[in-house]
């Protein structure tokens, strides 16, 4: 085809004759038919990469595209690495997928590729929120877990994060083996595609329980929590993962005046109410705050689709509604949670924060006035996972946080 280039044209035929299946090679003449070369380029003209973070892209067909023959690729190199990392035992791997178009699917590839393998998947039967997929990965004593999500992005794309046996996102020097693993896999005739069903073991309501109990044990302030259990909050997960979950947990918590946006509790990967389920947008959360004021409501949450994002707001000076950034939200959240340590009598100078460094100083400042030491890492939550890690046993962990709207 005169109108493609001869690398884009040899991408093409390799699969047009390859190992891929008929839907995918019929989905590719039916670009040729049409004449749409712009978008065959665009599908072809490279592999998708993987990145220190894992896959994220456009799903469709093609090399440079979201897909079964893609997500296979990535899974087959990150089993490779497992097994090099940890030769001599019974590997275990547990998967959660959030609300997006294809993203059950491409979580059940994913799971019979590792189960192929050998590798025990621990696999949840629905959609859950990114951050129980970290504290099953550490509950089940897993080596690595798999979230299917594209986080905050257009509706189009999905994504393949890769996360290790500390429940964080891969770090050096695990994240360039793994991407050298995954360069290794030649072609899709490399994976292994027939999943083992008896490594395979659903898990769900069961996690979520010791989960949410886990979350509760974290509440230094419940005398608080009484005296303002009828906070009025409004809430929404704007279609996504965080509607299995946070509900339950306010209620836990003994929040007794939540009302939910009922048309984003919904689960769509369309996210039909939105332009971009991005909480860090006011647009996002128009639907949340006409909610709030029809009830006059005191504060407002909503998540993005994996919920590791929260979006705030509340009343200003003058009674306006008024979303806050991820710089005010953080430096709320860690004041609110050392002067409750504080109250509590549990700091000790053992204790600390941390943040990246792109993250408001004003944090240094805060945990400074309580003689708490603040830590700054590289710009990645996973660097705030990592720094975790490394002083687990030693320090006392209080708070987290990032500007770009991620807390912990």
């Not at 978008?39 to 592999?47: S, W």
């Not at 893609?70 to 590997?91: C, E, H, M, R």
């Not at 997929?133 to 999905?158: D, F, I, M, W």
């Not at 006035?369 to 830590?375: A, E, L, N, P, R």
């Amino acid at each position: 085809m005169k109108n493609l280039d001869s690398s884009v044209q040899q991408k093409i035929d390799q699969w047009l004759e390859g190992s891929y299946d008929e839907n995918a090679k019929q989905e590719i003449r039916s670009l040729i038919e049409q004449e749409k070369y712009e978008e065959l380029t665009d599908a072809f003209y490279k592999d998708l990469e993987f990145g220190t973070g894992g896959l994220r892209g456009i799903m469709g067909v093609g090399s440079n595209r979201v897909n079964k023959y893609t997500f296979g690729v990535a899974t087959q190199g990150f089993s490779n690495f497992l097994k090099k990392t940890y030769p001599d035992q019974q590997i275990k791997v547990a998967i959660a997928h959030d609300c997006r178009n294809n993203s059950d699917t491409l979580a059940k590839v994913v799971a019979d590729v590792f189960s192929a393998n050998g590798i025990k998947v621990f696999f949840f039967e629905g959609l859950r929120p990114t951050p129980e997929l970290s504290y099953a990965v550490r509950e089940l004593n897993c080596q690595g877990g798999v979230v299917l999500t594209a986080s905050h992005n257009p509706k189009e794309y999905n994504g393949f994060k890769a996360y290790g046996a500390d429940g964080g996102q891969l770090v050096s020097p695990h994240d360039k083996a793994v991407m050298d693993e995954v360069q290794k896999v030649a072609s899709i005739d490399e994976v292994k595609f027939e999943g083992n069903n008896d490594l395979i073991q659903l898990i769900g309501e069961d996690i979520d329980q010791k989960y949410l109990a886990e979350l509760k044990k974290l509440s230094v302030s419940q005398k608080e929590i009484q005296n303002q259990k009828d906070l009025k909050i409004v809430f929404s997960p704007i279609h996504g993962t965080a509607g299995v979950l946070v509900p339950p947990a306010l209620k836990m918590y003994g929040f007794e005046n939540v009302t939910l946006v009922e048309e984003q509790m919904v689960v769509d990967g369309n996210f039909p109410t939105v332009v971009y389920p991005n909480p860090e947008e006011q647009d996002a959360l128009a639907m949340a705050l006409d909610k709030a004021k029809e009830i006059d409501a005191e504060l407002v949450m909503a998540t993005d689709p994996d919920a590791d994002r929260i979006g705030i707001a509340v009343k200003d000076t003058s009674g306006e509604w008024t979303l806050l950034n991820g710089n005010q939200t953080a430096c709320l959240i860690i004041n609110y949670m050392l002067t409750a340590w504080k109250n509590a009598g549990k700091l000790n100078g053992n204790q600390y924060i941390v943040k990246t460094v792109v993250t408001s100083y004003l944090i240094d400042e805060i945990a400074e006035s309580y003689s708490v030491d603040c830590f700054n890492t590289l710009t990645g939550f996973k660097y705030i996972g990592e720094l975790m890690t490394n002083f687990e046993g030693e320090k006392e962990f209080i708070a987290g946080g990032e500007e770009s709207y991620g807390y912990l």
